[in-house]
């Protein structure tokens, strides 16, 4: 079974400051973990993605994560918040052993960057 | 071209009525979906077509009813609705059926209200 865990529903953090927003993952293959981020009233736009190689991946507008298959987890990260980050955030997650096209999302968090 | 269009974007219609959202994309992406998203809380998958074939069917009630017309082209036709079904509709599209590495492309969704 694939399950997608994002503990915090909110996040706030200061414009300039480094943001995390937490993912932690549960599959029984190899995993192919996913970062979404939907604004309001629209659709989901993806963000990165990690599938294999290096543990640290870069994706849009300056975001990153990092993939820790020890701590099963799969943190999305900024070095410098901008108040047009604010938005709802979406881990996702699929097994790499089924083939299947099937993702699981987390719950979302929704980010707010104070200015 | 790396998007996937939704219409109509806002949806009222009555419980005896029937009514479709329509999804194209221009990708040539062979894997479409359709999810629906309550407030706050994650996509759920509701139907997968690969190859303009329906390959999942999540338990979705008949009043809800897809079709693949052609590989750019996904329909969802509605009959029947509760007050309940009213959400987000996201469409969505991948390059290949069965590659689970691929990202999803979301559209905006239609939002539908039932009365």
Request: proline residues 7%.
């Amino acid at each position: 079974a694939q399950s997608v865990a994002q503990p915090e529903d909110q996040v706030n953090v200061a414009e300039g400051n480094p943001l995390t927003v937490k993912c932690t993952y549960s599959v029984s293959g190899n995993p192919y973990l996913f970062w979404y981020v939907q604004y309001p009233n629209r659709g989901l736009q993806f963000l990165l993605k990690y599938i294999t190689g290096d543990n640290l991946v870069k994706g849009s507008y300056g975001f990153e994560a990092e993939f820790n298959k020890s701590q099963t987890s799969f943190h999305l990260k900024k070095p410098s918040a901008l108040v047009s980050d604010s938005a709802l955030y979406f881990c996702a997650v699929r097994d790499g052993g089924t083939g299947a096209n099937n993702l699981f999302f987390g719950t979302g968090t929704r980010l707010t960057v104070i200015p | 071209d790396t998007e996937v269009t939704q219409t109509p974007k806002h949806l009222v219609m009555g419980m005896t009525n029937k009514k479709s959202l329509k999804c194209e994309q221009h990708m040539g992406h062979r894997a479409m979906y359709w999810y629906k998203q309550k407030a706050k809380k994650p996509p759920e998958l509701m139907f997968v077509y690969s190859y303009e074939k329906l390959s999942i069917n999540e338990s979705v009630p008949s009043r809800f009813s897809p079709e693949c017309p052609n590989s750019s082209l996904l329909n969802l036709h509605l009959h029947a609705l509760q007050p309940e079904d009213s959400a987000l509709y996201l469409c969505a599209s991948s390059q290949e059926p069965g590659h689970p590495r691929d990202e999803q492309y979301f559209g905006p969704g239609t939002r539908l209200t039932v009365t």
